[in-house]
């Protein structure tokens, strides 16, 4: 699947074999996601895999669609327009978020009795669950029951704790799910969130209701084993500067607050196209264009194809720098970080996120703007520019950016099963 949640199942697949754990991974043929063959290869060799937590007649269609493919990556769909759908604007409320869970509650069932079948002939020792989909959390937790195994429940975003998607559901619907959420932590062995100010927000407010112990938070990661070295920029001769954004922004996450601020350097400089691109590598989605005519953009504005992650780094190393924006909600990180962190260009922060502006600080990978400056956007852009025309192009400091590569992700998740193994056992005797 070409989704950023696919990545983290990808490093761990990779990695937890030298660190003790065999991976045994039931996952599911995508049959509404794009996809990117490429993926395949990348996953680890010591894995044991089964493709059939959907139906078989959920997926019989794409095996014909797949057979069909010839490009390695399936097209990006065209995002729809900012203006949000009438029910949407009547009620304050989002068709999509309308369900405590999502559209693969039908397949629990299913999969539930797939995982304890792999379970048994795989003799596994733990249960972990990455979500979402939030269905998938039953599953897990019924597997867990009926076999009497520890259970890892891996939170890749905030469930209840979203900020923007809460406000898309009605009450009695956000209400379930925190009840449903408050059951699941109390019963697991151990809970993963993907940031500390994550981890922080659930303590502040459910952390009476289980030991202090239950809950930590592991980063995503790139994984810079399936990469080549860091290369230095292409010369600024003939050429404009470009600033990248990887990927389509959405509701959740919009260029408004960085597209501003470009307008902002582009007319204090008085740059043409010339001399400065904006660069999207993807199709051009309706809140990109709206705003590039709002802030005068579009001739600075270049749309790119999409590429497979395989050819990602590739891409990000023909940038001059690259623009990071938050996602809606400032207990989660955007997995893009950690690819821009990998592929060692500058990166220009336009997050409100304290925790992400204190990793690109701490690790020296760019410059920090105040999200709703443009004045301070454009300050911070044109420091990055101001380098590139004198040339300084330093190698990323490989040390300040450990903590954020797979083996040390892996690392710390084969710790964490190991606490949950112990606490299991520990409980049993009690």
Known sequence: MAVIGAKRAINLSRHLPQRGWQP???????????????????????????????????????????????????????TASPRPPLFERLTGWSFQYLSPFD?????????????????????????SVSADPWSALITARGVSDALDLPLVVDFR???????????????????????YERRLFSR??????????????????????????????????????????????????????????FGQFRKFVRPDHLFRGVAQFIRTRELSPDDFKLVIISPLDGYAI????????????????SVSFTESFDVLQRADALALVD??????????????????????SVAESAEVNQMIEQSGAGQVAIAQDPQDISKQLGLIYEAALRGEHLPPDLSKRAPYDAPAQAERYAQVLNEAVLHHQQSKRL
Not at 212 to 238: C, H, Q, V, Y
Request: charged share 25%; with cysteine.
């Open 24 to 78: 045994v991974i039931l996952s599911s043929a995508p049959t509404r996601e794009r996809t990117d063959i490429a993926l395949q290869k990348l996953v680890g060799s010591d894995v044991i895999s089964s493709p059939t937590y959907r139906k078989p007649s959920t997926v019989k269609a794409h095996h014909s669609r797949v057979a069909q493919a010839t490009p390695s990556l399936s097209p990006l769909p065209l």
């Open 103 to 127: 559209r693969e509650l039908s397949e629990v069932r299913h999969a539930t009795q797939e995982a304890i079948r792999l379970a048994k002939e795989h003799q596994v020792e733990a249960i």
């Open 157 to 179: 975003d905030p469930w209840t704790l979203h900020s923007g998607k809460s406000k898309l559901r009605p009450p009695p619907t956000l209400a379930f799910m925190k009840w």
């Open 188 to 245: 697991a062995d151990r809970v993963i969130v993907n940031t500390e100010s994550c981890e922080r927000a659930y303590r502040d407010r459910d952390g009476h209701l289980w030991p202090e112990d239950r809950i930590t938070s592991i980063r995503n990661a790139f994984d810079s084993t399936m990469f080549g070295p860091w290369s230095p920029p292409r010369p600024l001769k003939s050429r404009p500067f470009e600033l990248t954004y």
């Open 290 to 305: 709206q705003a590039s005519l709002d802030h005068g953009l579009d001739a600075y504005l270049e749309s790119r194809p």
């Open 327 to 348: 996602g809606g909600c400032p207990l989660v990180i955007a997995g893009k970080l950690y690819d821009y962190l990998c592929a060692g260009r500058p990166i220009l």
